[in-house]
């Protein structure tokens, strides 16, 4: 968490918070108030950024990445968040899990990039970090931030390729939500990740809303499927959110029966019956305890 915090802190000196609105005051052109009011309100901007065109195309999902300037206040402050505890820290958790590579130098991939606050801290604990993202707007401000800090870094804007047998530890952390295409996204990875590297992900995945267009799945089955057929064995699960995955030889008989049990928890019929009628309950839960609140009142 030190190395984290340090990660948000201004060159000079100065606290988290001083950092990441002198950070974005400086980038947009902007008094630190106004930056700490976009910060506070980005989800308003989100939607008026997402509602400016169609979305329901790849166009206009590019599109939109390639315009979005709230999430650069979103993703800095709700880093600045978590630093004080208010967030669930994944970054942190995903290197206390990891730690340093076991053989000095390791190579990252943060997919998804953002601000580049995870690249940041795994460069503290020398891996050679690459940071990859759709959005233009994004990865410019991380590079901003990372090279006036003065961090060694490659920057990937996506679809650029990963290359392959290239790293040893790739994150997507908040980012399997936003992808289109789930399975091309997981087979790029597989590809791009030694044998027996470790892909860290998670699947924040949201009913759909005004306030939450932008997140394209309301269950996380798919997207587990897409990751485990791609060539991931899932390790663990981490505080029930993060799934720590290996890479893992696909021409193997171990493997195809996996695969098969895989598509029978995540896939089949079944499967999928189950947690529509899951969600179904809860939605159902959530009307009637506002109904009771209701009459209440």
Known sequence: MTLFRDAL????????????????????????????????HWE???????????????????????????????LLWY??????GYGYPESVIVADRVGRHPRGRGSMLDLGSGAGVTAQLFAALDYDVTLADVSKPLLDLARWRLERRG??????????ELG???FDLVTALDVMVHVPDPAETAERLYRALRPGGLLIANY?????????????????????????????????????????????????????????????RLAS???????????AAARAALVIAYAVLGTRR
Not at 79 to 84: C, E, F, G, V
Not at 151 to 160: E, G, N, R, S
Not at 269 to 279: G, L, Q, S
């Open 151 to 160: 961090v060694q870094a490659d920057y990937l804007h996506l679809p650029a």
């Open 9 to 40: 802190r201004p060159m000079g000196g100065g606290s988290s918070r001083d950092g990441v609105l002198g950070d974005l005051a400086e980038y947009h052109g902007l008094a630190p108030e106004e930056a700490l009011q976009r910060c506070l």
């Open 204 to 264: 924040d995945v949201r009913r759909r809303s005004r306030s939450s267009a932008w997140h394209l799945y309301e269950d996380d089955l798919p997207l587990r499927w897409a990751v485990e057929r791609a060539g991931f064995r899932p390790e663990t699960l981490i505080d029930g959110v993060l799934w720590v995955y290996r890479a893992v030889p696909t021409d193997t008989r171990a493997w195809r029966l996996r695969t098969a049990w895989a598509w029978v």
């Open 164 to 166: 392959e047998d290239a």
């Open 269 to 279: 019929p079944p499967a999928t019956a189950v947690r529509a009628v899951r969600r």
């Open 44 to 74: 308003d901007t989100s939607v008026e950024e997402w509602e400016a065109a169609p979305r329901d195309s790849a166009d206009g999902l590019a599109d939109f990445y390639a315009t979005v300037e709230s999430w650069s206040f979103d």
């Open 79 to 84: 880093a600045y968040l978590q630093s004080l």
